[in-house]
């Protein structure tokens, strides 16, 4: 078992910056995929951002390519999602998630767990 816990959402003007962050404890060593989710009201949960275990490689959503950066680190069990430049259309519940596969695009039925979400609400 992996347990996560986002953190670092919350209200911002379009423009601005946001960081969240999702410490995993648990069964940490099987997290070879580390992923940003995101649901906006009446959406489909899609992908936003991945990382590998070792950082190696990481993968965007075209919506947040140039605006969003995915990283990670492996000695606090933490992966973070730096956001700037943030939208209206960026407004959605995030979820963190994690998968024994380091997946490029991956779908929500790859996801091993999840995080319990964090909202952001970019107001125009």
């Known amino acids: 078992q992996v347990q996560l816990v986002e953190s670092g959402g919350g209200l911002v003007q379009a423009g601005g910056s946001l960081r969240l962050s999702c410490a995993a404890s648990g069964r940490t060593r099987s997290m070879y995929g580390m992923y940003w989710f995101r649901q906006a009201p009446g959406k489909e949960r899609d992908f936003v951002s991945g990382i590998s275990w070792t950082g190696s490689s990481t993968s965007y959503a075209d919506s947040v390519k140039g605006r969003f950066t995915i990283s990670r680190d492996n000695a606090k069990n933490t992966f973070y999602l730096q956001m700037n430049n943030l939208k209206p259309d960026d407004t959605a519940v995030y979820y963190c998630?994690?998968?024994?596969?380091?997946?490029?695009?991956?779908?929500?039925?790859?996801?091993?767990?999840w995080g319990q979400g964090t909202q952001v609400t970019v107001s125009s």
């Open positions: 998630a994690v998968d024994n596969l380091y997946r490029a695009v991956p779908t929500t039925r790859h996801v091993d767990y």
